[in-house]
């Protein structure tokens, strides 16, 4: 049993050359923005890593490993907190 690869950058765009497209093509192909696509190395775009992720046939969260699962709440609330000491509000002293 193989393993799986990990992928990067390099293994992505080697990827695609092998089926014979470009980043340009995969924005032609999904209707999107060709410099979101080309930026998708430096900046997080969740419709461009769902395109190529459907484009290879990986999940985008194996694709895209260190970017998911997405974190989007960062909101310490005492209802989620295991200790709610540490979200208690402070009271001004008057």
């Known amino acids: 049993m193989t393993k799986p690869p990990k992928w990067?950058?390099?293994?992505?765009?080697?990827h695609l050359r092998r089926e014979g497209i470009t980043l340009?093509?995969?924005?032609?192909?999904y209707v999107l923005s060709d410099s979101g696509v080309k930026n998708?190395?430096?900046?997080?775009?969740?419709?461009?890593?769902?395109?190529?992720?459907?484009?290879?046939g990986v999940p985008v969260e194996q694709l895209f490993a260190d970017r998911y699962?997405?974190?989007r709440s960062r909101i310490l609330?005492?209802?989620?907190?295991?200790?709610?000491?540490?979200?208690?509000?402070q009271r001004n002293a008057a």
Do not use: M, T
Request: net charge positive; aromatic share 6%.
């Open 8 to 14: 990067d950058r390099h293994l992505i765009l080697a």
């Open 24 to 29: 340009s093509g995969i924005a032609k192909l």
């Open 40 to 56: 998708i190395w430096s900046r997080p775009n969740e419709k461009v890593e769902r395109a190529l992720a459907d484009f290879i």
């Open 69 to 71: 699962p997405k974190q």
């Open 77 to 89: 609330s005492p209802k989620y907190h295991p200790d709610p000491a540490v979200c208690k509000p």
